[in-house]
């Protein structure tokens, strides 16, 4: 059944009047105060009051602390050019909360995302007058989500976690067919563990009986954790093989304004493969992804090297090392911890090397700021630091600036994106660059006021 025939489905008369978008996404922003809870017994009383969509669907769970969506966008890309309905869920969003739900690459309408808020808000107070607990907006949006995807009849979904793995809420599922890591590192330490094991091992949660297990180059510490559990569940345990990956270029792509370099690499037997995204990072991803789709193969879902190619080269994820103005340049990158922003230095240090660099950060106040500032601040000649949209979780800019201050003298906080993105690119100059990174949630403001800026540029 399309979603769109399904106008009444599950939403009753009782369920009061209908949100429309906007009435959706207040609902949402309200139940968001209560925060994060670890745990599953909530989210399954809610789907239960839904009927349990989600078994009724396959999975591809991802879990990881950099790059869970990037990897989730090559996959769905994959799957989808081998003919595969797929859903892709993940978090979280930098334009449009409507991004997080996709079907074989496009987003959710807003009349769509407004019937699922319906009916789920009709099963949460069905749900809190049996005294059955609070959902959270997480486990609300998980929900929406799993409706979605069983509505829309996809074949196979692409399910990011949320924070960790085993008590997240999209690890109710059960119908796991392969259980993919992106690189772990140290991040989230009081929620997940104090040591990379620990992390670890609140990751490999999703690991379910029978499932592929696809990982990611990892420390060692990590790697055993994975290895044990995997062996536990009775599951394969396959690794990206870093010794058969190797890049054939990165350049710098500049005749289309809004674009950037795509990479070009080789990974075991297939050669000149094509990503078409940037940041050398994206290297591994590929291949985690390549390596994820050789295990679906292995679970029955036919995927050819064509699908494989054509995948990955017609791939799109905003805010990760996106290019959104050429002259001056400027680009947007959500490394937000230690490990992304290691890997952001080798893209900037490859990429824009000999470019005058302009810095925008923005970060939340639970993050290693310190550490992420010591790895890139010294490469930047000035810092503007900014608040983020939630400005109750956002670091207070002048507390960045002091810590990015110890290592570029020309660091400064502003009051907000749009000046500081004025100031960036005045200091930039024609040939300079602009790099605005850290928390994700603040990327969308950056987009718009470029592509604004792009617009005025057009027209004069």
Not at 72 to 86: P, Q, V
Not at 122 to 143: K, W
Not at 181 to 202: E, K, P, R, Y
Not at 364 to 374: A, R, S
């Amino acid at each position: 059944m399309d979603f769109n025939e399904a106008v009444d489905f599950g939403v009753t008369a009782d369920s009061g009047e209908r949100m429309d978008f906007d009435g959706a996404l207040d609902f949402l922003e309200q139940r968001s105060g209560r925060g994060s809870v670890m745990g599953l017994d909530s989210i399954r009383n809610l789907l239960r009051e839904l009927s349990d969509p989600q078994k009724d669907l396959e999975f591809v769970h991802i879990a990881g602390t950099n790059g869970k969506g990037s990897v989730s966008a090559c996959l769905s890309s994959i799957l989808k050019e081998a003919g595969c309905r797929t859903g892709t869920y993940t978090s979280p969003a930098v334009i449009s909360v409507r991004e997080r739900y996709q079907v074989d690459g496009s987003w959710i309408t807003e009349r769509e995302f407004a019937l699922l808020a319906d009916r789920v808000k009709a099963a949460a107070g069905r749900m809190e007058e049996r005294g059955r607990g609070i959902p959270t907006v997480f486990e609300i949006e998980t929900a929406m989500a799993f409706l979605y995807f069983k509505e829309k009849g996809c074949r196979v979904v692409v399910l990011e976690t949320g924070l960790g793995g085993e008590q997240d809420a999209t690890n109710v599922v059960e119908n796991t067919l392969a259980a993919v890591f992106t690189s772990i590192s140290m991040d989230h330490m009081g929620v997940l563990g104090n040591t990379l094991g620990q992390i670890a091992a609140c990751k490999a949660g999703i690991i379910k009986p029978g499932c592929e297990v696809v990982s990611a180059h990892q420390p060692l510490e990590a790697l055993d954790v994975l290895k044990d559990r995997a062996g536990e569940k009775g599951c394969v345990f396959n690794q990206v093989d870093m010794s058969s990956l190797s890049a054939l270029s990165c350049p710098e792509r500049e005749e289309n304004r809004g674009e950037h370099a795509e990479n070009v690499f080789t990974y075991k037997a297939m050669e000149g493969i094509r990503i078409s995204l940037s940041g050398t990072y994206q290297l591994e991803n590929g291949a985690l992804a390549l390596e994820a789709a050789s295990a679906l193969s292995r679970k029955g879902i036919h995927i050819p090297e064509s699908a494989m190619r054509k995948g990955l080269s017609n791939v799109s994820w905003p805010g990760r090392f996106q290019m959104l103005k050429k002259s001056p340049m400027v680009i947007v990158d959500g490394a937000h911890n230690r490990d992304a922003a290691l890997r952001l230095r080798e893209c900037v240090e490859t990429c824009l090397n000999g470019r005058r660099l302009i810095f925008i950060m923005g970060v939340f106040g639970d993050k290693e700021y310190g550490l992420m500032t010591q790895i890139m601040a010294p490469l930047a000649e000035r810092i503007y630091t900014v608040w983020l949209p939630d400005r109750g979780r956002s670091l207070n800019p002048k507390i960045l600036a002091r810590e990015a201050g110890k290592y570029c003298a020309g660091t400064q906080a502003v009051d907000s994106v749009e000046t500081a993105l004025d100031m960036a690119l005045k200091d930039a100059g024609e040939q300079g660059a602009v790099l605005a990174f850290g928390s994700l949630s603040y990327l969308g403001q950056i987009m718009k006021e470029t592509e604004r800026r792009n617009r005025n540029d057009r027209q004069e």
